[in-house]
């Protein structure tokens, strides 16, 4: 029990801080293997009703919105919704957490999307009531596409100086310097966090600079415990974009996406 409340109290520290929410408002990107499911089911989720959650400052938004018949984006911090509205005045922006989304009616939505590794904040019991409510809410058959750390790929430690940002202005590369030392100090602080299970592992990745321990999974498991609570995983693609096996082995690929649907 520990464990999972300093998991979800460091990520709460983390996420809803302003400095997290100028961060996030900087993303405008589209991810390859976003672009790939978009190619591939654009027109499955064009006109429905969508609930994006974990929207940061918007950068699914901008290109969710123009598919969706009726849209719905959702982050659990303050500072984050209050950049998505100001980028999206239109837009239904709402602070929900993802573990509750008793506001929503069962059956609402048509397409659920958790993009950018959302989901891996959360501690395995988190992630399973999140998991509950999206199946809840979509109506049967109903699309839901995520993104999760990929557990193939070798450990990271803080220390390597590859996760030093490099900087010929001598005040940015002071900065940099702290923030490698501060991942280091945030490393130590929440080693107690770190586990290997059968099914998952909490990890320590760049993400977040050090400062908790994400959530990863195989492939494997991750249709596996898909299966186990009620959805029928139709595609994978891995990090280039590219169709993937559950059962092949990709030590390269930074996270995985997967695109499933509530089963009947």
Known sequence: MAARDDIDSLNKNFYLSKTAAS????????????????R??????????VLDIGIGAGRSTRYLIPLAGSYVGVDYSPDMVREAAEHFPGAQIEERDARDLSAYAAGEFDFVMFSFNGMDCLSHEGRMQTLAEVRRVLKPGGIFAFSAHNRDRPKVVPYSIRYLNR????????????QFIEGIRDWRRSLHCA????????????GNF????????????????????????????????????????DPVSSWIFYVCRKSA
């Not at 586990?195 to 760049?206: I, T």
């Open 195 to 206: 586990v290997d299970e059968p099914e998952y592992a909490l990890r320590h990745d760049s």
């Open 40 to 49: 591939e089911y654009g027109e499955a989720i064009r006109g429905g009703r």
């Open 23 to 38: 961060w996030y408002a900087e993303k405008e990107f589209v991810l390859p293997e976003e672009q790939a499911f978009l």
């Open 210 to 249: 050090f400062k908790v321990p994400m959530y990863y999974i195989s492939k494997q498991a991750q249709v596996a415990q898909l299966e186990r609570l009620g959805f029928v995983p139709e595609v994978i693609y891995d990090g280039h974009g590219q169709h993937a096996k559950a059962e092949d082995v």
């Open 167 to 178: 900087s010929k202005h001598p005040v940015r590369m002071a900065k940099n310097v702290w």
